[in-house]
RNA sequence: GGAGAGAUGGCAGAGCGGUCGAAUGCGGCGGUCUUGAAAACCGUUGAAGUGCAAGCUUCCGGGGGUUCGAAUCCCUCUCUCUCCGCCA
C-alpha cells in the first residue's frame, strides 16, 4: 500500500508510474487526495470539539469537587450539544477513512524506473541468458515420461488421495526433493539468511500483511472453520515475522530463508503447460526474504539475484533472466528479476525463481519501521526471492541430464543424494 | 472438548471513574565519575493524526455500551496462559 501523503506530494508521479503498469483507474488518485483533505478537515475540527468536551469535562469535575451542583448541571448541557456534532463527525471519518483505506489498497505499487514498458511477457526484457543449451541424445523424452520410467512421482495416485495437481513423490524422487531442498537451503544458510521453518496456514491478518487479501483469496486455500489460509509461499509467514514491530537500525538487513510447500489454487489452467511437473497445486519452495534499509534495497535486489543466479548455476542448469515488463509485474512490486530454466526436452524456458524489490509496499501495511539516526520512524523495505521453486528444477534436471546411463545429476547434489545418478 | 485466569509502553509490572499516556523495575540513549571499562549517581526514553510551531487530538487486545468524563464499570468478540481430557 502507498502512503497517502506520498501520493499527495507525487501526484503526477504516481500517475505516470501508474500508467506503466496499466493501471485503469487513475481517477482514484485524485479522488485519494480529495478524500484525505476531507478526512483531514473533518478530522481537525473535531478535534477542535473534542478539546473543548476534555476541558469542559474537567471544569465538571472541578465544580463537582467545590460542591457547585447547579453550575456543574450547565456545563453539562453545553457537552450534550457538543457531543452531538461529535458522533456525527465520528461516523463520517469512519466511513472516510474505510473508504481511502480501500482505495488506496487497490493502488499497485509503483514500478521502478527500470521496469521495461509492456503488457505481456513477450515484453519482458531478457537481460542475461547463460548456460549452455544440452544436445539431447536420440530417445530423449519428456520429464513426465522420465518420471515413469524411473518411477520418481506418481501423478494418478496424487489424484487418488487429493486430486489433479497433488503429485506422490516416491523412492528416488521424493528423496531427490529433499536433497534439493536440503542443498539449496544450506546455501542460503551460507550466505548469512537464518533458517525459519514457518506455520504453512496464515491468519487473515497476516495473508493482508503480504497482499493476499483483499482481492487474491481466490488463488488460496481456505479452511473456513478456522479462518486460515494455506499458505502460496513462505514469503507470507516469513515476512509477517516483523508484523507491527519496530526493529534496530543495526540489526538490518534482515536475512531469512525458509522451506516450505506452497498451494495454489491457480484456478483455470489446462493443457500442455500443466503436464507433468510443469504446473501444480502443491510444490515445495525455498524462500528468501530480506527486510533492509531503504536506502539499500536496489543494492540488495541485486545481490539476491546474484544469489540466486550463483545458485542455478551450481546446477548447471542452462538458464536467463528477466526484467519484468510493467504489465507482467505482480501488484506489490517495484521491480521483479524472473529466472528461467531451460528444459531441453520440452524445449520451453520454466520459470524457477522471482525476485523482487517490493520498497514500503508490503511493510507499509505490516507497519515494520525502523528510529533512523535522526530518531525519525521510516518504513524498511522488504524484498523477497524463490531459491529455488523445487518440481520445475526437478524437470529441467530430468530433462536437460538424461542419458543412455540414467539421470546425470549436478555435482552439489550428490552428497545429499546419496548418489551421482538415477538409474 | 471441560474448568479457571489473564490481555497495560522494548520487556516485566502497578494502576480509588476525573489531576493517567499511564507508578516502579529492567533495558535503551545522554551525562558525571574513571587512563579505559564496570559499579554508582543524574537526566532522558511509546506510537499515530494534524499544524510552520506552540499546541491540540487519538491509542492501555478488537468492537459496542453506561457517564459530563472510562485503562478503570457493563456487554461482546478474539487471543494467550494454567489444570483436566484427547492426540502426533
Given amino acids: 500500500m502507498l502512503q497517502v501523503n506520498f501520493i499527495r506530494q507525487n501526484r503526477d508521479l504516481v500517475i505516470e508510474r501508474l500508467g506503466v503498469k496499466h493501471f485503469k483507474d487513475i481517477d482514484l ?8 483533505d476531507l478526512r483531514k478537515k473533518i478530522q481537525s475540527s473535531n478535534d477542535e470539539l473534542l478539546s473543548r468536551r476534555n476541558q469542559a469535562s474537567k471544569e465538571i469535575g472541578a465544580l463537582m469537587g467545590k460542591g457547585l451542583k447547579e453550575e456543574a448541571e450547565a456545563k453539562k448541557g453545553e457537552v450534550a450539544s457538543l457531543k452531538n456534532q461529535i458522533d456525527i ?11 481511502l483505506k480501500s482505495w488506496l489498497e487497490r493502488i499497485p505499487n509503483l514500478p521502478s524506473i527500470k521496469v521495461p514498458l509492456g503488457k505481456t511477457p513477450e515484453d519482458n526484457a531478457v537481460v542475461k541468458e547463460a548456460g549452455i543449451k544440452p544436445v539431447l541424445p536420440d530417445g530423449s523424452v519428456p520429464h513426465w515420461e522420465l518420471i515413469r520410467k524411473y518411477d520418481l512421482v506418481d501423478f494418478e495416485t496424487g489424484v487418488k488421495i487429493t ?3 497433488f503429485p506422490l513423490f516416491k523412492g528416488k524422487g521424493a528423496k531427490l526433493q529433499r536433497a534439493l531442498i536440503q542443498y539449496f537451503l544450506d546455501f542460503n544458510i551460507a550466505a548469512g539468511y537464518t533458517e525459519y521453518l514457518p506455520p504453512y496456514m496464515v491468519n487473515e491478518a497476516t495473508a493482508y500483511g503480504t497482499g493476499q487479501l483483499p482481492d487474491k483469496e481466490g488463488q488460496m486455500y481456505y479452511m473456513p472453520a478456522d479462518n486460515f489460509y494455506m499458505i502460496p509461499t513462505a514469503e507470507v509467514p516469513v515476512t509477517n515475522i516483523y508484523r507491527d514491530e519496530i526493529v534496530k537500525e543495526p540489526d538490518l ?18 493443457g500442455k503447460d500443466v503436464r507433468g511437473l510443469n504446473r501444480v497445486h502443491q510444490f515445495d519452495k525455498v524462500e528468501l526474504v530480506q527486510l533492509v534499509h531503504p536506502d539499500k534495497s536496489y543494492a540488495v535486489l541485486d545481490e539476491m539475484v546474484e544469489h540466486v543466479e550463483h545458485l542455478v548455476q551450481s546446477l548447471g542448469l542452462p538458464y536467463r ?52 539516526a535522526e530518531g525519525k520512524m521510516q518504513l524498511v523495505h522488504s524484498l523477497n ?39
Fill in 163 to 165: 486430486g489433479s495437481g
Fill in 321 to 372: 533472466i528477466l526484467r519484468l515488463c510493467g504489465g507482467d509485474m505482480s501488484f506489490a512490486s517495484a521491480l521483479t528479476y524472473d529466472f528461467e530454466v531451460y528444459s531441453a526436452a520440452q524445449e520451453k524456458w520454466l520459470e524457477v525463481s522471482s525476485v523482487s524489490n517490493f520498497e514500503a509496499f508490503q511493510t507499509n501495511r505490516m507497519k515494520i519501521r525502523f528510529k533512523d
Fill in 253 to 270: 538487513p534482515i536475512k531469512m530463508t525458509a522451506h516450505s510447500p506452497c498451494f495454489r489454487r491457480e484456478a483455470g489452467s489446462f
Fill in 29 to 36: 488518485v485524485d479522488t485519494i487526495i480529495v478524500q484525505d
Fill in 385 to 423: 526471492g524463490s531459491s529455488l521453486a523445487l518440481p520445475r528444477i526437478m524437470a529441467a534436471l530430468l530433462e536437460n541430464n538424461q542419458s543412455g546411463k540414467g539421470i546425470i545429476l549436478p555435482e552439489v547434489l550428490h552428497k545429499y543424494f546419496g548418489a551421482a545418478s538415477i538409474e
Fill in 89 to 99: 463527525n465520528e461516523q463520517d471519518l469512519v466511513r472516510i477513512e474505510a473508504e
